[in-house]
């Protein structure tokens, strides 16, 4: 796992979602389609559910205006191209993509509920997310 926190944006995989992103010719689309891809999984492995977190953390950030803590200036300017989009339709997805990830049918889940020491930071940062997209 190349995680350096328990925060969506404190991992690897998160920054190559980004980077997906980043050069993606239909972003909405491919959100979208990362919120599906582990709504509809029996289990949800690392990466989907990694690139789920980043997508509802982005749709909730963008609903609420609130600024996006990315540790890098690099998606400075994707940050500011997803203010575009009205996110409002696929909130209840985020939601719903959210509850997946942090269920037992989850790689994530699984791999941060063995850190004793981060796991409830871990845990309740995505329900704050989703609470905040309620």
Request: charged share 25%; hydrophobic share 40%.
């Amino acid at each position: 796992m190349g995680s350096w926190g328990y925060k969506v944006f404190e991992d690897d995989t998160a920054y190559d979602a980004l980077h997906k992103l980043k050069y993606s010719q239909s972003i909405f689309a491919d959100i979208e389609n990362y919120l599906d891809d582990v709504i509809s999984a029996e289990y949800v492995w690392y990466n989907e559910g990694s690139y789920a977190l980043v997508s509802a953390a982005i749709v909730e950030n963008v609903i609420n205006n609130a600024p996006i803590s990315w540790a890098s200036d690099e998606y400075l300017e994707l940050a500011e191209s997803l203010k575009q989009f009205d996110f409002s339709s696929i909130k209840q997805k985020a939601i719903q993509a959210i509850d997946v990830v942090i269920s037992t049918h989850s790689e994530l889940n699984e791999g941060w509920i063995n850190n004793r020491e981060q796991y409830c930071s871990w845990y309740r940062d995505k329900v704050e997310i989703r609470e905040r997209l309620r």
